[in-house]
């Protein structure tokens, strides 16, 4: 089995085995994935693009924003199974189609990436922020800096997906506060979350980086769950 020609790689590719033998498969349809450590074949990759890039919800408070696809499909099984069965080896290929989506957007030209942070007791949980390593993969891939300390997570909030459309705004208003301001003044930032639901998390972000002396704040996210609007 090859796993990009080198010795490291073909190592990882056979931890990865070890530890997630279910990614030899396409976690989707089942089929043979093309590469171990990618388990989407090229099927189910297209079907999960194929609605992509999409661009901005209306009434955002951030700037532009883009999303690969829909919050369905494989592209929902690959967001599932990264923040809940922990498949961070599943990183780089999210972000290469994250970091697609914002190089067709144009919106690449920002100096900053920050992603949607989680609070404190939920990434010890989960002992990763998915946003974080979606965030790196993009900063990484247009040479743009990361900034994993620009926002803060002041409280703990529900998951958006449990609550109705009014009580989406009230449960993260107010909930992220930028403490070193200075790290993200006259930057423009590239906010980075996994998945778009109302855009009130992405709202409440973009606020408190505009607030703290953003020049500009736009939004990439992996995926864009049913019913919001484009
Ligand atoms: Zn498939």
Not at 66 to 71: P, R
Not at 93 to 104: D, F, I, P, R, Y
Not at 125 to 134: D, I, P
Request: proline share 6%; glycine share 12%; charged share 20%.
């Amino acid at each position: 089995m090859k796993a990009g020609g080198t010795k490291a790689g073909a190592v990882l590719a056979a931890l990865a085995d070890l530890v997630y033998p279910a990614a030899r498969e396409c976690l989707w349809c089942g089929r043979p994935a093309v590469r171990p450590g990618r388990p989407l074949c090229p099927a189910c990759l297209d079907d999960a693009v194929r609605d992509g890039p999409r661009s901005a919800p209306a009434g955002l408070v951030a700037g532009r924003a883009v999303a690969v696809g829909s919050y369905e499909g494989a592209l929902r099984e690959a967001v599932h199974r990264l923040k809940f069965s922990g498949w961070t080896f599943i990183v780089p290929l999210l972000g290469e189609l994250l970091t697609g989506a914002v190089a067709q957007s144009g919106l690449w030209t920002a100096d900053l990436v920050v992603p949607v942070p989680l609070h404190p007791r939920r990434l010890a949980e989960r002992g990763f922020n998915q946003s974080a390593l979606l965030g790196a993969a993009v900063a990484r891939s247009f040479g743009a800096s990361l900034e994993g300390r620009a926002l803060v997570r002041t409280r703990a909030t529900r998951s958006q997906v449990e609550l109705g459309p009014d009580e989406r705004g009230r449960n993260v208003r107010g909930a992220f506060r930028v403490p070193h301001p200075g790290l993200v003044a006259g930057a423009r930032v590239l906010l980075v979350d996994d998945v778009l639901t109302t855009g009130a998390t992405a709202g409440e972000c973009g606020r408190a980086l505009l607030d703290a002396g953003a020049a500009a704040v736009d939004l990439a996210v992996l995926a864009i769950a049913g019913g919001d609007t484009v």
